[in-house]
Nanobody
Framework: QVQLVESGGGLVQPGGSLRLSCAAS????????MAWYRQAPGKQRELVAR???????NYKDSVKGRFTISRDNAKNTVYLQMNSLNVEDTAVYYC?????????WGQGTQVTVSS
């Protein structure tokens, strides 16, 4: 079992920045991918950014150049640095981990972009 705990969400003005953190604990060996998803009200959950075990990353087109996913293996933590936020980025952001075909989700953290 893997437990994921997100933090770092909040209210920010358009153009601002936030950094989300996702701390993994439990049986974290063989986690081969971690990612951030988000879900806005009335919309489906969507992939925002993913990082695989070798460090390769990929991003949703609308966040490329603004968001950066990274990881600190020593802390078993994945980060999502979000810059130049706009109102369309408002959503609950979920951390995701995949381990030998099994997926895990965090509880989510709210990001609200509003003036």
């Amino acid at each position: 079992q893997v437990q994921l705990v997100e933090s770092g969400g909040g209210l920010v003005q358009p153009g601002g920045s936030l950094r989300l953190s996702c701390a993994a604990s439990g049986s974290i060996f063989s986690i081969d991918a971690m990612a951030w998803y988000r879900q806005a009200p009335g919309k489906q959950r969507e992939l925002v950014a993913r990082i695989i075990s070798r460090g390769s990353t990929n991003y949703k087109d609308s966040v490329k150049g603004r968001f950066t996913i990274s990881r600190d293996n020593a802390k078993n933590t994945v980060y999502l640095q979000m810059n130049s936020l706009n109102v369309e980025d408002t959503a609950v952001y979920y951390c995701y981990a995949r381990q030998v075909g099994v997926t895990y989700w965090g509880q989510g953290t709210q990001v609200t972009v509003s003036s």
